[in-house]
């Protein structure tokens, strides 16, 4: 990744960086305004919220408890048990039926919630057109929707359905509660009903626009309020788990887009639930974000304006003299530079005067110098003549030994002349490993003649390798240190050279078998030897490649000394 502050404009770095900067700051001042700001909304509201449902649930509790204390009376009422265990004489029937409507009628006007008393028994007594009791025969029971969610306990709440009564369909809330006989068997069922309408007022308190629920202790919803259906409610209390025990420690939470907070006090037996939809909640976090986002463009627009202005005073100093420098190459004509800075800017355009001063100096000493130039490049024409007259020297001398029978003398001499011709090399720093090995092999041989059969020399090197470049003479000072001290007093040695592939390395090590060296011994230190050429090789490397690259020295006293040197992979002469 290219880095911004080499490629672009100091102004518009300026610019770009601190208004990048104010945005950003900006934005994360919004973000946690908003979000402290909603949690702590939705703090509040899940306590305010709380406390209400709590207060609801206890005045629905206390409701609830009286209909059922009144129901439980009316179960054991005198008439009732009289009448449900069979009266042969019509009259007796018709006085205890009378008694017992005057009896319900008085315990149904006790509290003013209940809206009508039905009772299911057999042989039912006529019902009153415009009263609030009305009988139906017993085997009707099981023609009611709610019938199966009161057949199996003594008594139960009954969810919103609808009643037929003179006045139309009314929507009703129901309290059910079996009656029996004295010898325990089933008899009658009484039915407690409530308007809808006053439950959910009750339930829905003051906030009209509130989606709550209310749920028995079966979980089965009995009244809702809102804009939600009942099937809605019991999907989300059923997806969130509220029934099953899965937040019985919480008492609100958010689900997807909603808020919910409920209430259910461990003596009551009812689940009030409300569902805020999370936009409401958060209505005000919101306007309150969006007036901090407007004060806040209006802030980063001057903000901008005025990096924009400060921007353009930095960077004018900076435009002039960048003018300058641009203009004098073409004009030779030095650019007259402000001199009311006495800041940073002051020090720079001074500096770029006397760069300038310097500049015309060097340009009027460009012809002394070109003059001298000229004369050393017919010195050096003359020089070039020297090698040749080395290479002609050896020919003749090589000659001379031929035709004086002298064959070791004339392969020297040749070999001498090869050696010469690669470590000149016309002048190049670098050369293939091949030639490099060739002007090793050629050194080796001349030392062979020397040694006989004693001295040993191999290769290891694969042909593809042989292809890359090396700085030249690279081996030689270490194999002539091997002959010098590794093998003196010997007549035997063996110096084994390799190279191996790293990566894009190449590693190449020059062992042999000799004396050894101490592990702290200084590879640098100058001697008329090999010392020399192996310092001049360390610093050769170090130049060229610099670190990991170089030269290793292991060496075990008695049992040889093993150079590793590391250099990239050189696949043209880059050095």
């Given amino acids: 990744m290219q880095n911004p502050f080499k490629y672009y404009r100091i102004g518009s770095l ?75 004489d019509e009259y007796t029937r018709f006085r205890t039926a009378t008694d017992m409507t005057s009896d319900l009628s008085n315990l149904a006007y006790s509290i003013p919630i209940i809206y009508s008393v039905q009772m299911y028994l057999d042989n039912p007594p006529a019902s009153e057109m415009q009263g609030p009791i009305t009988y139906s025969d017993l085997q009707n029971l099981q023609n009611e929707k709610w019938y199966t969610s009161v057949i199996d306990s003594d008594f139960s709440w009954i969810g919103q359905h609808t009643i037929t009564t003179f006045r139309g369909d009314i929507p009703v809330v129901s309290f059910a509660r079996k009656i029996y006989d004295t010898n325990g068997e089933f008899k009658a069922l009484l039915v407690f ?6 439950l959910e007022a009750l339930i829905q308190g003051e906030d009209q626009a509130s989606n709550r629920i209310l749920l028995d202790s079966g979980g089965r919803p009995i009244i809702s309020t809102g804009n939600l259906s009942v099937k809605e409610y019991s999907q989300l209390i059923e997806k969130i788990g509220l029934l099953s025990g ?47 986002l407007s004060i806040g463009i209006i802030a980063i627009v001057i903000a901008l304006l005025i990096t924009l202005y400060l921007s353009k005073q930095f960077t004018k100093p900076i435009l002039i003299l960048t003018k300058g420098m641009n203009d004098y190459p073409a004009t030779f004509r030095e650019e007259q530079l402000p001199s009311d800075y006495h800041n940073e800017f002051g020090l720079l355009f001074q500096g770029y005067r006397r760069l300038m001063n310097r500049i015309e100096e060097l340009y009027r000493s460009l012809e002394e110098q070109h003059r001298r130039q000229r004369k050393a490049e017919i010195l050096a024409l003359q020089a070039m003549i020297n090698p040749h007259f080395l290479y002609n020297t050896l020919d003749q001398v090589n000659w001379m030994a031929i035709e004086a029978g002298q064959e070791q003398i004339s392969r020297v001499l040749e070999l001498m002349g090869k050696m010469f011709r690669i470590g000149l090399s016309n002048g190049e720093s670098v050369i293939r490993i091949e030639e490099e090995l060739t002007h090793l092999e050629c050194y080796m041989e001349i030392q062979q003649i ?41 007549s035997t040695g063996s110096i084994n050279i390799a190279a191996y592939e790293i990566e894009d390395d190449l590693l190449f090590t020059v062992s042999d078998n000799g004396v050894g060296i101490r592990a ?12 020399y050429g192996m310092r001049n090789v360390r ?32 696949r043209e002469k880059s050095i």
Avoid: C
């Fill in 14 to 88: 300026f610019f770009g960086s601190f208004a990048g900067l104010i945005i950003i700051l900006f934005g994360i001042v919004i973000w946690i305004s908003y979000h402290y700001s909603v949690k702590e909304m939705v703090n509040k509201t899940s306590y305010y919220q709380e406390s209400i449902l709590n207060g609801l649930n206890k005045q629905m509790a206390i409701q609830a408890r009286d209909i059922e204390e009144i129901s439980l009376a009316a179960s054991r009422n005198n008439g009732i048990q009289k009448y449900i265990t069979g009266i042969d």
């Fill in 246 to 292: 899965k937040v019985d420690n919480q008492w609100s939470m958010k689900y997807t887009d909603s808020f919910i907070v409920w209430s259910k006090p461990f003596n009551s037996d009812w689940l009030i639930l409300q569902i805020t939809p999370w936009n409401d909640l958060t209505k005000e976090s919101r306007m309150m974000a969006t007036i901090l």
């Fill in 520 to 531: 702290d011994a200084e590879m640098n230190k100058k001697r008329k030897t090999g010392g």
């Fill in 193 to 198: 009903n409530i308007k809808a309408a006053d």
């Fill in 539 to 570: 610093e050769r490397m170090e130049s060229y490649f610099g670190h990991p690259y170089g030269i290793e020295v292991d060496s075990e006293e008695g049992k040889g000394t093993t150079i590793s040197i590391r250099i990239p992979k050189l």
């Fill in 450 to 490: 020397r040694w006989g059969e004693g001295l040993t020399f191999t290769t290891e090197i694969p042909n593809h390798i042989k292809e890359y470049y090396i700085p030249k003479l690279t081996f030689q000072p270490f194999v002539e240190n091997a002959l010098m001290h590794g093998f003196h007093g010997r």
